[in-house]
T-cell receptor, first 113, second 114 residues
């Protein structure tokens, strides 16, 4: 089955700096890669996703890149703000009716003022 | 839309008691997922349903756990008997086949077994 690894487990950056979180997956058939943000005490919420036919996707200060050959994908947050502090989860999925995601272990991002 | 609804939001129970968690998915969604989240194990998929049919229950820890989806608008996760190691936040999520592929999470049920 699919296995998703995520690094680093914790990350501290100064406000305004960039943050990068990296994930690797094992199943070459996975074709959808979402990123979820979970603030303390709240539910995970989708912030950006990418499909396997695309190499990069941007949405304002966040971007995701995908390298299918190497089976890894990354989340990039630029100009970090204190409200970016949260746990970020990557996931991988095949589309076989009902999107069964395999989540990575999460990265706790702290943005220091 | 009210989003995914879960009840109760908090549950405190004694070891050995039966616990039932409830979930109402977003109207029209045809996939439903139950996750368990702990500090040690992260976010684990327990079971998921597609069109009310259980597709993969390999994540269900043991026979003490069972899940049902009697119709498209309701699902339950039952633990009987409960144990302290079952203490966690249990999330329900729903999605719709086809684009967009997003899973929408409910607010979670924080379960404490003493």
């Amino acid at each position: 089955g699919e296995n998703v690894e995520q690094h680093p487990s914790t990350l501290s950056v100064q406000e305004g700096d960039s943050a990068v979180i990296k994930c690797t997956y094992s199943d070459s058939a996975s074709n959808y890669f979402p990123w979820y943000k979970q603030e303390l005490g709240k539910r995970p919420q989708l912030i950006i996703d990418i499909r396997s036919n695309v190499g990069e996707k941007k949405d304002q200060r966040i971007a995701v890149t995908l390298n299918k050959t190497a089976k890894h994908f990354s989340l990039h947050i630029t100009e970090t703000q204190p409200e970016d502090s949260a746990v970020y989860f990557c996931a991988a999925s095949r589309h076989l009716g009902g999107q069964n995601f395999v989540f990575g272990p999460g990265t706790r991002l702290s943005v220091l003022p | 839309d009210a989003g995914v609804i879960q009840s109760p939001r908090h549950e405190v129970t004694e070891m050995g008691q039966e616990v039932t968690l409830r979930c109402k998915p977003i109207s029209g969604h045809n996939s439903l997922f139950w996750y368990r989240q702990t500090m040690m194990r992260g976010l684990e998929l327990l079971i998921y349903f597609n069109n009310n049919v259980p597709i993969d229950d390999s994540g269900m820890p043991e026979d003490r756990f069972s899940a049902k989806m009697p119709n498209a608008s309701f699902s339950t996760l039952k633990i009987q008997p409960s144990e302290p190691r079952d203490s966690a936040v249990y999330f329900c999520a729903s999605s719709l086949d086809g684009t967009p592929y997003e899973q929408y999470f409910g607010p979670g049920t924080r379960l404490t077994v003493t």
